[in-house]
């Protein structure tokens, strides 16, 4: 749930849906051992700028007949991006953006709107450099490369 005075601004390889300040999604099943990350973005009003997001899961653990609840509050993360401490979110933040910058190109592209495309790819690909400059992260890297893929199909580089 969203404190009041923000909004969500992007939730990255997921279709949520929205009841006011309520977000759900629903998660594919997993197996033992797997993970599924989410990441998204909330923008503040100046007056609720450090209110916590409260994060409620629910799953049905294997075996179990009852879901089981946790919730947590999350605290937001500077609005600076390049200042994150946590290397791990920084790091699976920006592999979203990535895919969802090529989720976005593909559609732009398809429908002809090039040029809206072509913004949003060097909008991406200086974020991606400026936030890591030295290139030594192989998934940073991978998914990186991705991008440039998609950038030379269509001829934006």
Sequence with gaps: ELPEGSRLEA???????????TISLKL???NRGLTQVM?????????AEN????????ARLHGEYEPRVW?????????DR??????EIKKNYHIAYMGQTMKQ??????????????NLASECWLTINQAYPNQKDPDIHRVREMLRGQ??????K
């Design 11 to 21: 939730f990255f390889g997921y279709e949520p849906v929205r009841d006011g300040n």
């Design 28 to 30: 594919n099943p997993m």
């Design 39 to 47: 990441v998204f973005t909330v923008i503040y009003d100046y007056e």
């Design 51 to 58: 209110q916590p997001v409260q994060v409620a899961i629910q």
């Design 71 to 79: 919730t947590e509050q999350l605290r937001p993360a500077s609005r």
């Design 82 to 87: 390049q200042s994150w401490n946590d290397t």
């Design 105 to 118: 190109m593909n559609a732009l592209c398809q429908s002809g709107r090039r040029g809206q495309a072509q």
């Design 151 to 156: 950038m030379e199909y269509w001829s934006m």
